[in-house]
């Protein structure tokens, strides 16, 4: 499993000159294409011309080269065969999954997804579209075999359950699903060059590009890789979500993100480093923290097993702060006193962002649902940044969980 460099994936990719040479590729901003000649274009509503048909392309919300070119890069940087880009992570999931099923199918997910997610499979989706959806402990595999009937489409997981941090043993749910001829989707949000899911077995994987692979907190943008079929038929004319429901891309924020991919390596690398540092110290002062880098994680050795090679284990840890006040209390103190990262939702910013999740990112689960996930109402999401030096940082942190009490207390 360790034979694969996402990095390299990425480098050894065909290099997209831009227009007159240029070391970066070219914006395609045109809405619209011409054809040289006439015959060409009703082969390409056809169905029988397309960017890989002789470089054919049609409407700005069909394939645009520039975006198309992004979707290839995430697809190098994943192991799939190709990808394409939409305009939000949520976007990318819905595509994924109304193109996948049909109304009276079955999704058996996760029961620890991004709030978001979890309202579209549980609410949404159900209601607007007829889909009936289960949920499972995902790290019992058991319970996953049963959830399923003769009507699933689809296995979805993330491959760091958020906010909980457990992983999920993807080869073996590829297994499951494939053995009942269902697909495996996974969200890879939380761990890009970290995770493969594809090399793992994984058909279809998902990204919110707002997060890690941009980095900079700046663009809402998302990503589906998978089999050249597959991301074609997203785009087919009558039956593709992305074509219809029409969830675009802007060609300039293609190209913005594609320039931040080539530093995604070192940047995983040292959110995972500082993370691994923070959680250890943390657990040194015996205040409860989850991240999967410490041997005591359940899925500490799975992850290992799972991880490529050289990029850590991801740039997020929990800290249980006991009661929702005091974890407030802590995040408050850090922001406006420490000016130590932001009281905000999201993650993947070069800088750190904190986040209450029963109060917020995960507040779409009931407080049973919140109960069963593990998901504590003390429970401090950190998604860890780079900036400033690591021992100013650590200090910082240090000094607030002694100000609320933390550091000794019994939560
Ligand atoms: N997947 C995960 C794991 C997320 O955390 C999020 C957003 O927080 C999404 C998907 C949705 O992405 P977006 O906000 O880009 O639509």
Redesign the pocket.
């Known amino acids: 499993m360790k034979d694969f460099d996402p990095i390299e994936s990425l480098a050894n990719m065909r290099h997209e000159f831009g227009e007159h040479g240029g070391v970066n590729m070219s914006i395609e901003t045109s809405t619209t294409f011409t054809v040289m000649d006439a015959e060409t274009m009703p082969a390409i509503f056809q169905g029988n011309r397309g960017p890989e048909d002789g470089g054919c392309y049609l409407y700005g919300r069909h394939f645009n080269p520039t975006v198309y070119v992004l979707g290839k890069q995430v697809a190098s940087l994943e192991g799939a065969e190709t990808g394409y880009c939409t305009a ?4 990318a ?1 819905s595509a994924t999954v109304l193109q996948l099923c049909g109304c009276g199918d079955h999704i058996v997910s996760s029961d620890t ?2 709030g ?2 979890f309202a579209l499979f549980k609410e949404y989706l159900p209601a607007k579209a007829g889909l009936d959806v289960t949920f499972v402990d995902m790290t019992d595999p058991a319970r996953v075999e049963a959830a399923f009937t003769n009507k699933t489409r689809l296995l979805y997981v ?1 491959t760091m359950s ?1 906010p909980t941090l457990r992983v999920p043993d993807i080869p073996r749910l590829a297994k499951i699903a494939h053995d009942r001829g269902a697909k495996l989707v996974v ?1 890879n ?2 761990c890009p060059v970290i995770v493969s899911p594809v090399h793992l077995g994984a058909d279809i994987v998902v990204h ?4 890690f692979i941009n980095g900079a907190s700046d663009i ?3 990503a589906v890789c998978g089999s050249t079929e597959f991301v074609t038929s997203l785009m087919d004319l009558h039956m593709g979500s992305l074509m219809l429901l029409g969830p675009t891309m802007d060609p300039r924020v293609a190209f913005n993100i594609s320039s931040r991919l080539p530093h995604l390596g070192l940047r995983m690398v040292e959110h995972s480093r500082r993370a691994m540092i923070f959680a250890e110290r943390v657990r040194n002062l015996g205040v409860p923290v989850i991240y999967p880098g410490l041997d005591e994680h359940p899925d500490h050795a799975l992850l290992t097993r799972l991880a490529n090679d050289g990029y850590g284990l991801g740039g997020i840890f929990c800290v249980d702060l006991g009661t929702t006040a005091r974890a407030q209390q802590f995040m408050e103190s850090l922001q406006n006193r420490g000016r130590f990262g932001f009281m905000a ?3 993947g910013y070069f800088d750190t962002l904190m986040s209450c999740s029963a109060s917020s ?1 995960s507040s779409e689960l009931s407080d049973e649902e919140q109960r069963r996930a593990g998901i504590l109402p003390g429970l401090v999401r950190v998604s860890i940044g780079y900036t400033g030096a690591l021992e100013q940082r650590w200090e910082q942190f240090e000094q607030a969980l002694r100000e609320v009490g933390a550091v000794g207390a019994k939560v």
């Open positions: 939000s992570g949520m976007s999931i997804v991004y978001g997610t993330e958020n969200d949000t939380f919110s590009l707002t997060k809402v943008a998302g939702v999201s993650l990112t």
